[in-house]
């Protein structure tokens, strides 16, 4: 089993629209969470950190379910700039996710 | 505030030839790492130092890998020799203090091997 998964999409959404990404980790022992934000043939940058109590940035949620072992990403409102691959990445042993990939259209 | 300086951007090398890719991490971070990305894995971590000390290099696909980190303003990673499948884009980040807290990263070497 690998540990981080995320679905790869590609979402298609239209703007404005809410969309949410999940992504599972299998590491119990896990201590720290981070989303990232890769444009196309950019490196990824940093987006937000993942706290138990979950924490909101603007138009971005981030979740944190340790039950389930899963951390989640909501974008409100999304913004054609919002387009990009999206890495959650799980700490401990530096796990990312291969990233899930968002289009927002017109 | 200069963020991880990385160089060559760009390499075009033959097979067998040796590699050295360069990195300066953020003034202050004590972590560096070194990645590598491609389409099929995805990112994957090669290895990490904390204070200049290798931590982790399980991630060094082999022995034509090495890294070192002479000070806290300079790493590089070799490949040598260089085969085909090395081709990938290299990034390097740089932390604060360890695993547990984010990463920036350099904007990475484009390895092309012929």
């Known amino acids: 089993r690998k540990e981080v998964e995320q679905d790869p999409g590609p979402f298609n959404v239209p703007e404005g629209a809410t969309v949410a990404f999940n992504c599972t980790y299998s590491?119990?022992?896990?201590?720290?969470f981070f989303w990232y934000r890769q444009d196309c043939r950019k490196e990824p940058k940093l987006l937000m950190s993942?706290?138990?109590s979950g924490n909101e940035d603007g138009r971005f949620t981030a979740q944190l379910n340790r039950a389930s072992q899963y951390i989640s990403l909501l974008i409100r409102d999304s913004k054609l700039s919002d387009s990009a691959t999206y890495l959650c990445?799980?700490?401990?042993?530096?796990?990312f996710g291969k990233g899930t990939s968002l289009l927002v259209t017109p | 505030d200069a963020g991880v300086i990385q160089s060559p951007r760009h390499e075009v090398t033959e097979m067998g030839q040796e590699v050295t890719l360069r990195c300066k991490p953020i003034?202050?971070?004590?972590?560096l790492f070194w990645y590598r990305q491609t389409m099929m894995r995805g990112l994957e971590l090669l290895i990490y130092?904390?204070?200049?000390?290798?931590?982790?290099d399980s991630g060094m696909p082999e022995d034509r890998f090495s890294a070192k980190m002479p000070n806290a303003s300079f790493s590089t990673l070799k490949i040598q020799p260089s085969e085909p499948r090395d081709s990938a884009v290299y990034f390097c980040?740089?932390?604060?203090?360890?695993?547990?807290?984010?990463?920036?990263f350099g904007p990475g070497t484009r390895l092309t091997v012929t």
């Open positions: 590491n119990s022992a896990s201590q720290s």
């Open positions: 993942v706290y138990s």
């Open positions: 990445v799980v700490g401990y042993a530096l796990n």
């Open positions: 130092f904390n204070n200049n000390v290798p931590i982790d």
């Open positions: 980040a740089s932390g604060p203090d360890g695993i547990n807290y984010e990463q920036y």
């Open positions: 003034s202050g971070h004590n972590s």
